[in-house]
């Protein structure tokens, strides 16, 4: 069912959900790569190809709505601005989530997220239509 392999950068601020969510996605296979903040996400993409970001909504510095909003504006490269962006978050609210589409998301997924969640978000993105 979950035979697609993708390069996945997590932005998470939180050391525990970052090693949670690295070790479930590379136990199926994905590649991952790490960031505490929206900054270091937009360094990330500059410098690395990714097919999926995972963003954590709630993170210091560049909070994930304004790493979005970046990415879309392009700050990250043409590719970035057209790859798949999951908005993580703790806030469940119908206005919360209209926020987060609204900044550019295409997926919101509430937290906590098992692996086969996780594993079914990569799926329905479509992040193996970025892969070259």
């Known amino acids: 069912m979950y035979g697609l392999r993708v390069r996945i950068l997590?932005?998470?601020?939180?050391?525990?959900n970052q090693?949670?969510?690295s070790?479930?996605?590379?136990?199926?296979?994905?590649?991952v790569?790490?960031?505490?903040?929206?900054?270091?996400?937009l360094e990330l993409l500059r410098e690395q190809s990714y097919d999926l970001v995972l963003m954590d909504m709630q993170m210091p510095e560049m909070d994930g709505m304004e790493a979005t909003r970046r990415i879309r504006a392009g700050e990250a490269g043409t590719d970035a601005a057209r790859m798949?962006?999951?908005?993580?978050t703790a806030y469940a609210t119908a206005e919360d989530?209209?926020?987060y589409r609204d900044a550019g998301?295409?997926?919101v997924a509430t937290k906590p997220l098992s692996q086969e969640m996780l594993l079914r978000l990569i799926e329905e993105t479509g992040a193996q239509e970025n892969r070259p």
């Open 10 to 16: 997590i932005a998470e601020d939180e050391r525990i």
């Open 19 to 21: 090693l949670y969510m």
């Open 23 to 31: 070790h479930l996605l590379t136990a199926a296979g994905h590649e």
């Open 33 to 41: 790569g790490l960031a505490g903040d929206g900054r270091r996400v």
């Open 84 to 88: 798949p962006l999951v908005a993580l």
């Open 97 to 99: 989530h209209a926020q």
């Open 105 to 107: 998301v295409n997926r």
